[in-house]
């Protein structure tokens, strides 16, 4: 299977996901995307086509606390960063797109952190 192919695999499976969510709209969406190295979160509102928080394994804040961390350990502390950021305004539910990655891993970590921070996904 060439890169291509896989690459198109990548996107159809993304655009599947993204359909099945079935409440867009009506609450904020939680985006994940993980490179190699670092994991991303992102909270979007898709009625206004902006993002409200963002929270990365490479934001100031958290790169020198994450020095010598596993990933899954990365996934957690970005988790607990943007689930205190989804708090301080006050957002109770998000909607979880995972990207088209398995619900595995550092996805699952980021996820559970934020769920352990109250915050209903």
Known sequence: MSLN???KKYLKKKLRTKQSLGTLGKYPRLVVFKSNRHIYGQLLDDNKNITIF???SMDNNLRKKLKSKSKVDKSIEVGYDLAEKIKSDKIKKVVFDRNGYQFHGRVKALVD?????????
Do not use: F, L, P
């Open 5 to 7: 192919d896989k690459r």
């Open 54 to 56: 963002s929270s990365s």
């Open 113 to 121: 952190a934020i769920k352990e921070k109250g915050i209903s996904v």
